[in-house]
């Protein structure tokens, strides 16, 4: 079975940084997308950033555009995500999560079938 896990969640102040890391196990070929997702209390969960595995290609959200960066290995099925300049606002459990096949909006959840437990980050003002 897929298993995807997260780490590198925290607490920082606005303004910091933090590395998340997403390790997928459990299957032989590579996935068609990998995404980085959040969700803050009463609100949905939100799309953030992806990565198309093959093409190496990545797509983000206008709220993290400049301050976030996707990356993968895709040797090792892992996929990082770089949060730079964090704001209160950016307070969340993030997720990660792949896709096998295309996916008709690549950050709305739907397409994607594996998904992380999630990490939390916490950024204070």
């Known amino acids: 079975a897929v298993q995807l896990v997260e780490s590198g969640g925290g607490s920082v102040q606005a303004g910091g940084s933090l590395r998340l890391s997403c390790v997928g196990s459990?299957?032989?070929?590579?996935?068609?997308?990998m995404a980085w997702f959040r969700q803050a209390p009463e609100k949905e969960r939100e799309g953030v950033a992806v990565?198309?595995?093959?093409?190496?290609?990545?797509y983000y959200a206008d709220s993290v555009k400049g301050r976030f960066t996707i990356s993968q290995d895709n040797a090792k099925f892992t996929v990082y995500l770089q949060m730079n300049d964090l704001k209160p606002e950016d307070t969340a459990i993030y997720y990660c999560?792949?896709?096998?096949?295309?996916?008709?909006?690549?950050?709305?959840?739907?397409?994607?079938?594996?998904w992380g437990q999630g990490t939390q980050v916490t950024v204070s003002s």
């Open positions: 999560a792949a896709a096998f096949g295309g996916t008709r909006n690549p950050l709305l959840p739907d397409d994607y079938t594996y």
């Open positions: 459990g299957v032989t070929i590579s996935p068609y997308s």
């Open positions: 990565v198309w595995t093959h093409a190496g290609a990545t």
